[in-house]
């Protein structure tokens, strides 16, 4: 993680999940030159998270909870998220 947008992506899912497991991962560099590559180096990100807030929630809710959590984040200011949210023990 460097950048001060994977600082802020990882301050708004620690606050709203304290989860067990946090990786926020820049993937910007492989997506250069591809559409939404805006040149910041901030333009695709991995989220990779566990936190006891996803048991018993399906997929797409999870999904839903973390761009919900990172406001305007996803779609606006990050062309590109992928969210691994996994419960603990799965």
């Not at 989860?19 to 991962?25: D, E, M, N």
């Not at 996803?54 to 959590?69: D, E, H, I, P």
């Amino acid at each position: 993680m460097t950048g001060s947008l994977a600082q802020e992506i990882e301050a708004l899912l620690s606050a709203a999940f304290t989860p067990t497991r946090l990786a926020v991962i820049n993937d910007s560099a492989r997506h250069h030159g591809h559409a939404g590559d805006d040149g910041s180096g901030e333009s695709h990100f991995t989220v990779e998270i566990e936190s006891a807030a996803f048991a018993g929630v399906s997929r797409l809710a999870r999904q839903r909870m973390v761009n919900a959590a990172l406001g305007d984040i996803p779609g606006q200011r990050v062309h590109a998220l992928a969210v691994r949210a996994r419960a603990p023990g799965e």
